[in-house]
Structure formats: C-alpha cells, structure tokens
C-alpha cells in the first residue's frame, strides 16, 4: 500500500458523487439490497470507491442475506482499520479505509468458517475489478 491520502472536504465532494461523500465521508449507510455489488459473482478483487486501495478478495465474499456485501476476511492485514462503534445502542466495529479514512461498513463476529467473521460492507464504498 502507499502512503495515506489526505484530502479536504472540499476536495472530497469534487471527487465522490453526493451518495457516496454522504457513505464515505460521513459513515452513511445505504439501504439494504440495493448496492449493485451485492450479487456480484465474479472473480477479482474490491477497492475502495474512493482512493482505489485493495480491500477484499471475491474468493473471501460470502452471501450473509443481510442486504450488504460480506466479506468473511480482508485482502491485507493492512487494508483496513477498525473502531470500536456504539452508536445506534449497537456494539460493533466500524471498519475505514486504511489508505483513506473513508467508512466502509461494518465488523460483526458472525460470519463463517474459518474466520468468522463478517466485514458488511456499503457497495457504493466499492469498486470491483476483475482478474
């Protein structure tokens, strides 16, 4: 990965459409089943939508049924970075972009094997490319 991006708000609103400064910059979310990767089957990797930064592998995406992508791991131990979030009087952690800063989605501790772990990511925070 290279060095970190730092960008203005300003600067952030020229390059993101409205939905997806409103998702990654003020940690939104989009409704559930309607993100146009959510059935995504093909092979490649996802990067985020806002600085291009290799986030999650389609071997690694699984169909949880919450309306969201899924991801059972990262691509990288170094993709992402995660803060502890109580908001909403939920207990869950908020995963952001390493490269960027830019929100994600989610970390629930109920995926499948072998992690267990689900990333519930905002598609509109992805773009995918195939391999």
């Known amino acids: 990965m290279q060095g970190k991006i ?42 985020c939508a806002a600085c291009g930064n290799e986030l999650f592998s389609s071997g690694h995406k699984f169909d949880s049924g919450t309306g969201w992508p899924s991801f059972f ?12 979030d109580s908001s909403f009087g939920l207990t869950r952690r908020e995963v952001f972009c390493r490269k960027c800063g830019s929100h994600l989605g989610h970390l629930f501790q109920d995926g499948p094997p072998p992690t267990g772990k689900r990333y519930c990511i905002n598609s509109i925070a992805l773009e995918f490319r195939k391999k």
Not at 73 to 84: F, H, I, M, P
């Open 73 to 84: 791991d990262v691509a990288s131990s170094s993709s992402v970075n995660l803060k502890d």
């Open 6 to 47: 730092h960008k203005t708000k300003e600067e952030w609103k020229r390059i993101l459409s409205k939905e997806q400064y409103h998702v990654l910059r003020e940690k939104g979310t989009e409704p559930p089943f309607t993100g146009s990767l959510l059935h995504n089957k093909n092979k490649g990797v996802y990067l």
